[in-house]
């Protein structure tokens, strides 16, 4: 899509490797301004084209003075845009503007109070002293660039924050951006509306608008194929499309075998229920349990799923006359992984949609979610009128159960996961906690244990429990059900699902572990 036309107030935000990137990137759209996040090498030619209303330059783990640190061209401050530098960001604007940052006798990390010393435009409506803001650097700021005046000081910070108003070119070295610091949100809405003037245009309303308008441009008259997995990403792609092109939209449903009790009759109930377009529904089962047989890698599986998926499709497409796109749900945390900081991230995982696919696709891809955050798109469900029960739902992987069950899927395993699957989410939704947590499932371990049962020796299967608290999945942390809870759990799986006689429950946040056990 073309962002010139579609969001005039854009904020560019350059990335210098700080854990808070994606968070300053939060807290300008919840402000309604649309940004976007780009390396930090990011080429002088294109941020001028891109023409930002504002720039903001985030934290980062370098020192100005490492020989690999990361730099921005110094024409950067010469554009007559804006810039907020962060943390890293203050540090390497004073270094490239002739100030000078030194390694701090005492290091700051965690909470820290302010003393605003001048309170024009940024620090406009904060209070003038004993700000809380949350600090995390080594290095400081001894001398400001030519041009600049401190804004604000904290015991360990003679420039806590500092600004030359007239090249309109301001430095913090707390974090705004992060919820430790209360008055993060005012500084930064003071940077975007007062220093930037930027306009809070950034709506889902205004989405669905530019959206409709984008995706009716590039499909012309030809045809889409939607799939859909019944889960919230997808379902707010079909809905959109069907607004924006109509009967020009089908959408296509896989059972692979892989799915939870139950979940492909609630699919197609739901869809008949809610949505006023056709689904053709196919069976897979057989085909896919025959491929992932005696597989037992992760990235195996994940890699024979995303392939047989896109076999499906585009066998269905080609039922289908004038077919030239798939559409899919990718959100735009995926596309950041892949153009972080230092170039693409490690791959941890084949997400069967990105990875996964085959390389040479006859089909083009129609991504309209690839610029929003999951919170983004369940506001932007509601919307467009989708129930909340599809937009609350908690996210399942397209690979589903088959990289929840350890080692091989067998038609066996798939049975003993299934049934303490549907025990899990049935007594989380019976506690309320099923809203209380991002996601909750069993997995099926490939070890087996010792047990005594009714006076005899069992040698049976485990279950791990696994539910996180989260806000985006690129973070999260185990939820802390009651125990009471967690005993109702162990003792239903134990006692109901033949095969399994030892339930644990997964106590590792994301980093180091991950969501999904495989
Ligand atoms: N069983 C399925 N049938 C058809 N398409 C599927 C199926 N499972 C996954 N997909 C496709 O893969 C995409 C990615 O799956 P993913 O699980 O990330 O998204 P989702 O299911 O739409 O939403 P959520 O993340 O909330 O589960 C989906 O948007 C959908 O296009
Ligand atoms: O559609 C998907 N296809 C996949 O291949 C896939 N793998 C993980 N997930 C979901 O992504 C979130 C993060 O998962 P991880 O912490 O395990 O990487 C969690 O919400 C996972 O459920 C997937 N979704
Ligand atoms: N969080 C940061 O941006 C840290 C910047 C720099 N590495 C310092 O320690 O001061
Ligand atoms: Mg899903």
């Given at each position: 899509m073309d962002w010139h036309s579609l969001h005039p107030d854009r904020v560019l935000i350059l990335d210098f490797g700080s854990q808070y990137t994606q968070l300053i990137a939060r807290r300008v759209r919840e402000s309604h301004v649309y940004c976007e996040i780009h390396p930090y090498a990011m080429d002088l030619d294109a941020v001028r084209s891109y023409a930002p209303k504002g720039i903001i330059l985030s934290g980062g783990p370098s020192s100005v003075h490492d020989a690999d640190a990361p730099l921005a061209p110094r024409a950067l401050f010469q554009l007559g845009i804006p810039v907020l530098g962060v943390c890293y960001g203050m540090q390497l604007m004073a270094h490239l503007l002739g100030g000078e940052v030194e390694r701090a006798e005492n290091r700051e990390y965690g909470p820290a109070l302010l003393d605003v010393v001048d309170s024009a435009a940024?620090?406009?409506?904060?209070?003038?002293?004993d700000v809380r803001v949350w600090m995390s650097h080594g290095d400081r700021i001894v001398h400001m660039p030519p041009g600049f005046r401190v804004l604000a000081r904290s015991a360990n910070s003679p420039v806590a924050a500092m600004a030359d108003p007239a090249r309109k070119l301001y430095g913090v070295?707390?974090?705004?951006?992060?919820?430790?610091?209360?008055?993060g949100r005012t500084l930064l809405d003071n940077f975007l509306f007062h220093i930037c003037g930027c306009k809070p245009t950034w709506t889902m309303k205004s989405f669905v608008e530019s959206a409709i308008t984008a995706i009716r441009e590039k499909v012309g008259s030809d045809r889409v194929l939607c799939a859909l997995s019944g889960g919230v990403d997808s379902s707010v792609v079909a809905v959109l499309l069907h607004k924006a092109v109509g009967e020009q939209l089908q959408c296509i449903f896989v059972n692979n075998g892989l799915l939870r009790k139950g979940e492909a009759e609630t699919v197609e109930r739901v869809f008949r229920d809610h949505f006023e377009m056709p689904l053709v529904s196919i069976n897979a089962t057989d085909l896919f349990l025959s491929r992932l047989k005696g597989v037992t890698d992760p990235e195996q599986k994940r890699k024979i799923i995303g392939n047989l998926f896109i076999e499906i499709f585009e066998r269905e497409a080609s039922k289908l006359?004038?077919?030239?796109y798939l559409a899919q749900g990718t959100l735009y945390p995926d596309v950041i992984e892949s153009v972080s900081f230092k170039g693409p991230s490690a791959?941890?995982?084949?997400?069967h949609n990105v990875g996964g696919l085959?390389?040479?696709?006859k089909l083009e891809l129609i991504e309209p979610l690839r610029e929003l955050f999951k919170d983004e798109v369940r506001q932007l469900g509601r919307e467009l009128g989708l129930p909340e029960r599809i937009v609350m739902r908690h996210p399942f992987p397209g690979p589903g159960l088959a990289i929840r069950i350890l080692g091989e899927v067998t038609p066996e395993n798939l049975r003993i996961l299934r049934q303490a699957d549907a025990i899990v989410l049935e007594e989380l939704e019976a506690a309320n906690w099923d809203n209380r947590v991002w996601q909750a499932f069993a997995v099926l371990l490939p070890v087996r244990s010792v047990g005594v049962m009714g006076d005899e020796r069992t040698y049976e299967q485990v279950v791990a429990i696994r539910a996180v608290e989260s806000v985006d999945a690129m973070t999260a942390d185990w939820a802390r059900m009651p125990y009471q809870l967690l005993a109702r759990l162990s003792n239903r799986i134990i006692n109901e699902?033949?095969?399994?006689n030892r339930v644990v429950y997964d106590i590792s946040s994301k980093p180091p572990s991950t969501i999904e056990w495989e």
């Open positions: 940024l620090f406009q409506d904060i209070e003038a002293t070295q707390f974090h705004p951006e992060v919820a430790h610091t209360p008055c006359q004038g077919t030239r791959t941890i995982k084949t997400h085959p390389e040479r696709m699902v033949s095969g399994v």
